[in-house]
């Protein structure tokens, strides 16, 4: 039976990776949504886009631009200095790009290239790396940048007060428009979770691999979720962007 999973920000652990996929039973029916940051903080970036182009051959994924794929493909066609990314994740990157040669670089750029901004399903379910802050939603957004940088709508959704009842002028539109939002670049370890938290429609699926948290795979319709072991204990010898 097929299931349509949701995968938080992997941030170059692909130990990780097959880690959750073994551990959620992955197979070639499944739909696969890659919530975006694929990149930056632990050292097999390149290895990950490798195994992500090459997953895209065998089954239905989907893959969402995250805001450090956007600074790797700027640095891979332009070789954008940008001193802030190297000291998130960024530098881990640089140094790991330096055994790739020239043609498997261009399959990196194509692939950051085609990635979208957001995924909308016939359920009404919105798939998007960080958020939107137009009060109609993505198809009216101002700055698409601020689908892959927006925080505004992660933090609304854990300010919002649960008395709130959904028909009142109070209540924040933006949590209206979709029946379920899943997204990534907040770790939830910041509030001090380590599992898929949901606040209002929100559903944040980024536990914390970047640094010292789990890699995540969810399925959307029954909620179960796998986990990796701890990113920092997969890469020991790392720091990882801690």
Same mark, same amino acid.
């Given at each position: 039976?097929?299931?349509?999973?949701?995968? +938080?920000?992997?941030?170059?652990?692909?130990?990780a990776?097959?880690?959750?996929?073994?551990?959620? #039973?992955?197979?070639?029916?499944?739909?696969?949504?890659?919530?975006?940051?694929?990149?930056? +903080?632990?050292?097999?970036?390149?290895? $990950?886009?490798?195994f992500?182009?090459?997953?895209?051959?065998?089954?239905?994924?989907?893959?969402?631009?995250?805001?450090?794929?956007? %600074?790797?493909?700027?640095?891979?066609?332009?070789?954008?200095?940008?001193?802030?990314?190297?000291?998130?994740?960024?530098?881990?990157?640089?140094?790991?790009?330096?055994?790739?040669?020239?043609? $498997?670089?261009?399959?990196?750029?194509?692939?950051?290239?085609? %990635?979208?901004?957001?995924?909308?399903?016939?359920?009404?379910?919105?798939?998007?790396h960080?958020?939107? $802050? #137009?009060?109609?939603?993505?198809?009216?957004?101002?700055?698409?940048?601020?689908?892959?940088?927006?925080r505004?709508?992660?933090?609304?959704?854990l300010?919002?007060?649960? #008395?709130?009842?959904?028909?009142?002028? %109070?209540?924040?539109?933006?949590?209206?428009?979709?029946?379920?939002?899943?997204?990534g670049h $907040?770790?939830?370890?910041?509030?001090?979770?380590?599992?898929?938290?949901?606040?209002?429609?929100?559903?944040?699926?980024?536990?914390?691999?970047?640094?010292?948290?789990? %890699?995540?795979?969810?399925?959307?319709?029954?909620?179960?979720?796998?986990?990796?072991?701890?990113?920092?204990?997969?890469?020991?010898?790392?720091?990882?962007?801690?």
């Amino acid at each position: 039976m097929s299931r349509t999973l949701v995968i +938080g920000d992997i941030h170059g652990g692909l130990r990780a990776l097959h880690q959750i996929f073994e551990r959620a #039973n992955v197979t070639k029916e499944d739909t696969l949504i890659f919530l975006g940051d694929y990149v930056d +903080g632990w050292s097999e970036s390149p290895q $990950t886009l490798d195994f992500l182009i090459a997953l895209a051959q065998k089954q239905n994924c989907i893959f969402i631009r995250g805001n450090h794929d956007e %600074l790797l493909l700027e640095w891979l066609e332009n070789s954008t200095d940008n001193r802030e990314w190297y000291k998130h994740g960024g530098e881990a990157t640089v140094l790991a790009y330096l055994k790739v040669d020239f043609e $498997t670089k261009q399959k990196h750029i194509q692939f950051l290239k085609n %990635l979208q901004n957001y995924h909308h399903d016939d359920q009404n379910r919105l798939f998007i790396h960080a958020g939107f $802050t #137009n009060m109609n939603g993505i198809n009216f957004e101002y700055f698409p940048k601020l689908f892959y940088w927006d925080r505004t709508l992660w933090e609304m959704a854990l300010a919002v007060d649960e #008395n709130i009842p959904k028909e009142s002028q %109070l209540y924040p539109r933006r949590f209206l428009l979709y029946d379920e939002i899943y997204i990534g670049h $907040t770790p939830v370890t910041r509030i001090g979770e380590t599992v898929p938290i949901q606040k209002a429609c929100v559903w944040n699926v980024d536990t914390g691999a970047a640094f010292k948290g789990l %890699l995540t795979i969810m399925d959307i319709d029954s909620k179960e979720f796998w986990q990796s072991e701890p990113l920092n204990e997969l890469y020991f010898n790392e720091k990882g962007r801690n």
